[in-house]
């Protein structure tokens, strides 16, 4: 099969469309024939030698795909060759061919296509683990989404406003919290111009989800509503901060920090729970139209390096880059 590789860490140059041997689905796992597959910020860490893959998992970079089941490994019963199917990746998605772990699967949401399809699962995933299964955002809570112009962040303000909350986002231009709004979006903020713990004002939110880590922790707990939940996802601003809790102690707030890629697939916390949470609660709400897939484009994946070199530079793109090989 073919697939990207990175010759070595560094920048967008090193990444290389080259044959590889083909996976073999091992016991409990399937072969999926790729589709598509999209870009991830940790897809650009890695390729910069910071996010090694965990133990087991593939060095061929990518979190996530769609396509076909190719063959079943030994004890898979839910799944048939011929499936149309996406799936949560712990690596392997820059590829023509992947196995995966049968529970880390899912069937396609109705109404979208395959190709379309890969661009959900980390970010559904990444959404419902944090606001919904850890977070429990509820119906007339605020929601305070930094970044809502990416992929994890067009997806939160919809889910946010299906599950009944206010939502909140910051963005660094007015253009891009237009198309914030577009997607239900209540208050938007420009982080270049406005202060979003004063926009917030007095009752903050009850639930953040933060990318930004260090540079952002302060505030954060300030911005925190009494009982507040602040779910730390990224570390785009650094990943060592100073926390005073005696901001966070009168407000009964709660600092969590839900990794995606290192949780085993199967047991407690794991892969197979994220999953089976994202089929049971956030496929209908795709079906009925409340959440959609988000996608700024779709380019041929041995192109990889242009589609890593364009999320680099941040300001053009909205929504999710879908790579078909």
């Known amino acids: 099969m073919y697939a990207i590789v990175a010759r070595e860490p560094g920048g967008p140059d090193v990444l290389e469309w080259t044959e590889v041997p083909d996976p073999q689905p091992g016991p409990g796992e399937v072969l999926i024939d790729i589709a598509a597959s ?7 860490l ?3 030698g910071f996010y090694p893959p965990p133990p087991g998992a593939p060095n061929i970079i990518g979190l996530e795909c769609s396509g076909t089941i190719a063959a079943l490994g030994d004890g898979v019963t839910e799944w048939q060759v011929g499936d149309q199917v996406c799936a949560l990746l712990a690596g392997g998605g820059y590829a023509s061919k992947v196995a995966v772990p049968a529970v880390q699967v899912m069937p396609l949401p109705e109404g979208v296509d395959v190709v379309t399809a890969a661009s959900l ?3 559904a995933c990444t959404v419902w683990s944090n606001v919904v299964q850890h977070a429990g955002l509820r119906s007339g809570e605020i929601l305070l989404v930094h970044g809502g112009a990416g992929g994890i962040g067009t997806h939160a303000i919809q889910v946010g406003k299906a599950l009944g909350a206010t939502v909140a986002v910051t963005a660094g231009s007015d253009e891009r919290l237009a198309r914030c709004t577009e997607l239900g979006a209540d208050i938007v903020i420009n982080y270049k111009t406005q202060d979003f ?3 917030l004002g007095k009752h903050g939110a009850d639930v953040i989800l933060d990318n930004m880590g260090a540079s952002y922790l ?3 707990v300030t911005a925190l509503a009494n009982d507040g939940r602040l779910m730390v996802i990224g570390f785009q601003g650094g990943r060592k901060a100073e926390l005073d809790f005696s901001k966070l102690l009168p407000k009964r707030g709660t600092l969590a920090s839900l990794g995606l890629r290192g949780r085993p697939s199967t047991g407690k916390g794991s892969k197979a729970e994220v999953v089976a949470g994202v089929r049971e609660g956030l496929w ?3 079906a009925k139209g409340q959440v959609k897939p988000i996608v700024h484009s779709v ?3 041995r192109d990889a390096s242009a589609a890593h070199s364009a999320l680099e530079a941040g300001g053009e793109v909205f929504g ?3 790579l078909t090989p």
């Not at 999209?38 to 650009?44: C, F, G, K, S």
């Open 197 to 199: 713990v004063e926009v």
């Open 38 to 44: 999209a870009v991830n910020r940790a897809d650009l």
């Open 284 to 286: 209908p709400l795709i």
């Open 299 to 301: 380019v041929p994946m």
């Open 46 to 48: 890695q390729r910069q």
């Open 320 to 322: 999710k880059i879908i």
């Open 121 to 123: 699962p980390e970010v």
């Open 218 to 220: 302060d505030r954060n």
